[in-house]
């Protein structure tokens, strides 16, 4: 598991869900952030998986 990976389902398991929020304009400065390190990390982990030769429907394997 890569740092990006970690990240990701860290932030998939702290970090609210705001995408379901009606209107995304009217989000404030800290909604703002954590909208933009949820993206900042889910692109570095869509890299990382790239550079490996997998898809995010790959993922990463867990250990058995």
Not at 14 to 38: C, E, F, Y
Request: aromatic fraction near 6%; glycine fraction near 4%; charged fraction near 25%.
């Amino acid at each position: 598991m890569t740092l990006w990976s970690a990240l990701a389902r860290l932030n998939k398991v702290l970090l609210p869900s705001i995408h379901k929020s009606p209107d995304l304009t009217r989000l404030n400065a800290l909604q703002k952030a954590m909208v933009g390190w949820k993206m900042f990390v889910t692109y570095r982990h869509l890299d990382e998986l790239e550079r490996k030769g997998q898809t995010p429907l790959d993922g990463d394997q867990l250990p058995h």
